[in-house]
């Protein structure tokens, strides 16, 4: 079924058709229409879940914590300052092995207030142990959240999907539904090994020590590096988990893409220009304009940021000359951070500093600034010619008082 | 009240292991190990960071016989609302859910949340024991802090502002039952506790919960020091039923006629009170005093 | 594609005895019981049993007589304070077995 919906409306939709059992969220703008649309489909009996109107975000990853750790299939969604306020139940879930699914309605972060959208939201997650997905349009909002689950229960750990706020979620956009018999295929019930349970008491994610202690029967029990160190194994493993997934459900329901980055043009491509989410998808007209003037130029929108695909980067986008990141975040006091991240990545890659792509930063877009076609395409015409330097951090679309 | 069990009544079945890791003579070890025979076996325990986490134990043992799930600081009812939303998903009938905290999870850092599931109706009982500060952490000054009490973060002139009143705003919230309790009186709370069962909605137990190490009193007085604050009239066994205020036990006693104790030596035999002047003691003695005079205007013995 | 085990990889606790080691080494005094005073060992029925009430540790057995676990008790004295017959008696620890003395 083909419709045409706002990527909220999408995402709503795509919690629906996997069968989430417990939703607790808090209104933030621009995730609101999402917890609108979910509570009315559970309202008028569309869907079967517990709706949990919580009183803070903190309190909404709250409640899927406990939901997950009962045995539930739990869900929430927030943007922003929300995403702040729950950052510590952030933590908590990926350590506690939970899968949780959140969309995250990417928007920046204040001081000062902003409503509107960048990945400073998300970009503050990054290092909590979530998988990190990011959807370039609505077709993607609603496919992704049903592999998210399948990929957070296979795995046990928890998922974010990101999507622009705004750009994404209030736009309207065709997309097919998929067919729920075919998503129940896909993902079946979630059964969890622990949960609690009279019938099996024991006590979750209690104290731990630094160091391993035996239980009662004498086995030597791990410490809290090594729970630590597993999921920073078991992360790594994702990246493997996710192409297996993306190809089932490419097979099951006849689309679907790299699991990793979607690139356009960047096989023969010099230059290529990278980012997340929506914006890989305005970047196309850009270098469709490039090629017409001679410049081998491609676009690469990574879709899984965290694990990070770093072979899957050198591999597909390390033959250019030089990589331009652009990205709606910074790391303050350095760079943007999957500028960084595609730094790293290649540098392991290879110690022949010949070899090597360079790679740009431009920072952009924060607290909604406008995003010019104009200024992509003459940026990148910039970046594109061999007497430019690569530069770590440039802005763009900056207006400087005169 | 109902209830009225007695010592050869209570269930014999313990829920608790010994050899863990609470204080000797600890008051929260005497109201969880009562409690949850009151609670019983169908029972799924939330519990945040306070003096419990460490008595429930160091992975990978655990000393209580119960499932229980360890959560953050400020979300203790948000989590117990999000256990009882995965019951409902599930359809599993038949367990019901405790949530345990201590007064800093209850009324300072975990208020919002509390707020929230009292508002929402959230079917679970709530039980806060009040050992009057964040004992886990050293014994600093929290929301339920009596005035006067040395703490380490008010270690010298003593906590200037008076204790919150957390059943109280509790029972603003209009849900069914509010209770107040002492754990040296188990009886009384194993009563509510089993009253607290059969209602639906939110409940909320506040325990009064004597700490020998953080109220500087040898520990062997813990049960005669909890019966000296309810028999002075200081802390009051009462509960609220549908907004309907009753009193219990020693309290209700006290409101019958039976004397009661001067508050001085409660104040006089622990150690955090030792820069009450007169004056102060005076001045808690009017409040006492006045309080009890309105309940006796207000309420039938 | 079937689920990767999560069992082992997060905290998760098991109930059992002991968590704080042989709590009874924390004791600097003992509970010393006198049947002769006790009112369920002398009446030989099941009576008064405050001080398995009060046990914060719950190491007072709930039978007649009383019995104390030395393994695990932490030697409060609560009981002792609130006996009514004044059967128990704080001694202090030797670390001998009770049962030599």
């Known amino acids: ?402 | 009240m109902q209830g009225n069990t007695s010592i050869l009544n209570l269930p014999k079945d313990e829920f608790v292991h010994p050899g863990n890791r609470a204080c000797s003579g600890c008051g929260l070890s005497i109201a969880y190990r009562i409690g949850l025979k009151a609670l019983g076996r169908e029972t799924i325990l939330v519990v945040p960071p306070s003096c419990l986490t460490v008595l429930q134990g160091l992975y990978p043992i655990a000393s209580t016989k119960l499932p229980c799930v360890n959560v953050t600081f400020a979300s203790t009812a948000a989590a117990a609302t999000g256990v009882l939303g995965a019951l409902r998903a599930m359809n599993r009938k038949g367990v019901q859910v405790a949530a345990w905290a201590g007064d800093g999870g209850t009324g300072d850092i975990g208020i919002q949340a509390l707020s929230g599931a009292a508002e929402r109706g959230d079917d679970f009982i709530y039980i806060c024991y009040d050992n009057e500060a964040y004992m886990n952490t050293g014994v600093q000054r929290s929301g339920t802090t009596p005035h006067g009490a040395l703490t380490t973060t008010t270690p010298i002139k003593g906590k200037p502002q008076g204790k919150k009143d957390v059943p109280a705003v509790m029972a603003a919230h209009n849900i069914p039952y509010v209770a107040s309790c002492s754990a040296a009186c188990p009886l009384d709370l194993f009563d509510k506790i089993q009253k607290a069962k059969t209602i639906s909605g939110t409940k909320y137990i506040h325990i009064h919960t004597p700490c020998p190490s953080g109220w500087g009193f040898d520990p062997r007085y813990t049960v005669k020091m909890g019966k000296l604050a309810v028999e002075s009239g200081l802390v009051d066994l009462y509960e609220i039923e549908n907004g309907c205020f009753r009193l219990t036990g020693t309290s209700k006693s006290l409101l019958a006629g039976k004397k009661m104790k001067d508050i001085e030596p409660y104040f006089r035999s622990q150690g955090r009170f030792k820069r009450l002047s007169n004056e102060d003691i005076s001045q808690l003695r009017r409040t006492v005093t006045n309080k009890w005079e309105t309940y006796r205007k207000t309420y039938e013995a | 594609m079937t689920n990767e085990a999560v069992t082992g990889k997060f905290s998760y606790s098991r109930p059992g005895p002991g968590d704080g080691g042989r709590t009874g080494s924390w004791r600097v005094l003992k509970p010393v019981m006198d049947y002769g005073r006790c009112t369920p060992a002398r009446k030989q029925t099941e009576a008064c049993f405050l001080c398995w009430l009060y046990c914060p540790e719950g190491v007072i057995s709930r039978e007649v007589p009383p019995t104390i676990d030395y393994e695990y008790c932490k030697g409060c004295g609560i009981c002792a304070e609130q006996c009514p017959t004044g059967a128990i008696q704080m001694v202090e620890e030797t670390g001998k077995d009770p049962k030599e003395e």
């Open chain 1, 1 to 402: 079924m083909h419709i045409i919906e706002s990527g909220n409306v999408a995402a709503a939709m795509g919690v629906q058709l996997s069968r989430a059992q417990v939703i607790a969220a808090y209104p933030i703008t621009p995730q609101t229409p999402l917890t609108e649309k979910l509570s009315e489909l559970i309202e008028s009996g569309d869907m079967n879940a517990e709706y949990i109107p919580v009183e803070s975000e903190h309190s909404a990853l709250a409640v899927c914590i406990a939901a997950s750790t009962a045995g539930a299939r739990a869900f929430t969604a927030t943007s922003a300052n929300g995403l702040l306020y729950m950052h510590e139940q952030v933590h908590w879930a990926a350590g506690a092995r939970l899968p949780i699914v959140m969309c995250v309605v990417n928007r920046g972060v204040g001081a000062p207030w902003t409503i509107w959208n960048d990945h400073q939201d998300a970009m503050s997650q990054r290092d909590t142990g979530w998988i990190q997905m990011y959807a370039c349009d609505h077709q993607q909002i609603i496919d992704t959240v049903i592999k998210a689950f399948r990929l957070a229960e296979t795995v046990r750990i928890p998922v974010m999907v990101c999507y622009d706020g705004y750009l994404l979620s209030h736009t309207y956009m065709p997309f097919e539904v998929p067919d729920s018999n075919r998503v129940d295929g896909f993902l079946p019930a979630y059964e969890a090994e622990r949960f609690l349970d009279p019938e099996n008491p024991a006590n979750f994610n209690t104290v731990t020590l630094p160091e391993p202690r035996p239980d009662l029967q004498g086995h030597t029990m791990p410490g809290y590096m090594e729970f630590r160190a597993m999921l920073q194994d078991d992360m790594r493993r994702v990246l493997k988990t996710a192409a297996d997934i993306e190809e089932t459900f490419a097979a099951q329901f006849g689309r679907g893409s790299d699991p990793y980055i979607e690139t356009y043009r960047c096989e023969d491509a010099d230059y290529i220009a990278v980012c997340l989410g929506s914006l890989a998808y305005r970047f196309r007209d850009v270098v469709d304009d490039l090629r017409q003037e001679g410049i081998p130029v491609g676009v690469a929108a990574v879709r899984l940021y965290r694990p990070f695909p770093d072979q899957a980067i050198c591999e597909r986008l390390g033959h250019a000359k030089q990589l331009i990141v652009f990205e709606k975040a910074v790391s303050y006091g350095y760079q943007g951070p999957l500028c960084a991240d595609v730094k790293a990545a290649l540098y392991n890659s290879t110690n022949d500093k010949e070899q090597r792509s360079e790679v740009s930063g431009y920072v952009l877009g924060l607290g909604g600034r406008d995003i010019k076609t104009l200024d992509l395409l003459n940026a990148l015409r910039t970046s594109c010619s061999p007497q430019s330097a690569s530069a770590p951090l440039q802005w763009l679309g900056l207006k400087n008082q005169e």
